[in-house]
């Protein structure tokens, strides 16, 4: 059974504070990986944090390890861009989620 997890990335040692999101280097390869997750329902939501170096992920998953799994592939995540932080269990109270 699917549950709804929440997933904080946190830049990197591989980040490049210097340049923007997009002229990171894998960014196509990056912001394909992650739209074919968003497309397979495993990505709910997900997006930066403002003012912070973290990403916000809602992610459907049977487990933790699961989230792990599927998110090594992430070429962001291969070349240290991007590291998990936490990720918690989340249970939505208000609002739907289609």
């Keep these: 059974m699917q549950n709804l ?3 904080v990335h946190s830049r990197g040692p591989g980040w490049n504070h210097a340049v923007s999101m997009e002229e990171q280097p894998d960014w196509d390869a990056h ?3 992650m739209d074919q997750l968003v497309d397979e ?3 709910v939501l997900g997006g ?3 003012g912070s170096v ?3 992920l809602i992610l ?3 487990s933790i390890e699961e989230i792990e799994r599927r998110l090594s592939n992430d070429p962001w995540r291969r070349s240290a ?10 249970r939505l109270r208000l609002g739907i989620l289609a």
Aim: with cysteine; aromatic share 18%; net charge positive.
């Design 5 to 7: 997890f929440a997933l």
């Design 31 to 33: 912001a394909k990986f």
């Design 41 to 43: 329902g495993f990505i």
């Design 48 to 50: 930066p944090l403002e």
């Design 54 to 56: 973290d990403v916000l």
């Design 60 to 62: 459907r998953a049977t």
């Design 81 to 90: 861009l991007l590291v998990a932080k936490q990720c918690w269990p989340w």
